[in-house]
Structures are given as C-alpha cells and as structure tokens.
C-alpha cells in the first residue's frame, strides 16, 4: 500500500486523536499507526501554519511553485518583445491559456474560471510608468488552490420506526 512507511516496525511511541489536535494548530504531521494501513505520516502541513496560513499545506505550496517556475519560463520570449500593450495582451493571453489548462485539469477550486484564477497585466493596474521605463513587465498571477480534506465530518442518523 502506498501509504506506508517503507522500512519502519512500529512505532515508539501511538499518537492518539487528541494529541493529533494538538499538533495540528503547530504543523506538525504525525507519524500515525493506523489500522489496514500501518504506520503512515498524518497530514500534509507545513510549518507556516500560524505564519503564513496561506502556506499551510504542502500541495498548495508545490502547486505555487509549479505555477510560479512555469511561467517564468513559458514568457522567456517576452525579454526581446517592446513592453506595450500588445505584449500585455500577449502575456495574459499565454499565462491565461496554461491557467486555463491547470482549471480544467481540476487543480483549482471554483466552478468557472472566473473562480479559479486570474491573469493580470497592465500600465496602471499592475505597473507604472516608472515601472516600464525601467524595463519591467510585472504579472500578477492569482489561483484559488484546492486543499486537503483535514476533517471529514459524517453525520449518520437512523430513522427510528414510528407507530
């Protein structure tokens, strides 16, 4: 099963329920014994739960980090091109479309695209004109990451027979 720790026996010493709350709040995963599963880590936290909540689990982290690297390297083209309007366009264009791309594919929440994410760039919204005497395109990128399922509450009520 893939989610067991290769090589370990057994655990020194059981993390129960409450402690789990505990460490929870601090980003600490535990290392878990879990029945049918055997010892597994538990959770998928970082440690800027408290710092910088945003930054709280793992995938959203990783999923930043993708986008982040992807574009930088999808615009390369954009150093040689003037930094004008049609550029602008360009670039949310092309970033627009791999957005797109990444919605689709299910990695952000939001049922429209609208939801999902946005592509922004432009003299007076993302830049100024000092910004483009200097040279600088400045893209901002925005996405609404999907997040782990910490709890799963199940609510079971059973219908008692009426007379």
Known sequence: METQLTGASGLEFQVEDGEQDQLNPKGVNAIRTLPGFGSVIW?????????????????????????????????????????????????????????????????FQGAKADDAYFVRCGLGDTMTQADIDRGQVIVIVGFAPLKPAEFVIV????????Q
């Open 43 to 107: 959770g998928a936290r970082t440690l800027a739960t408290n710092a910088v909540p945003e930054w709280r689990y793992v995938p959203v982290r990783r999923t930043a980090i993708f986008i982040e690297q992807s574009v930088y390297k999808g615009i390369q083209w954009a150093v040689f091109e003037p930094n004008d309007h049609p550029l602008w366009s360009s670039l949310r264009a092309n970033i627009g479309q791999f957005m797109n791309g990444l919605f689709r594919a299910g990695a």
């Open 155 to 162: 609510r079971i009520q059973q219908k008692v027979s009426q």
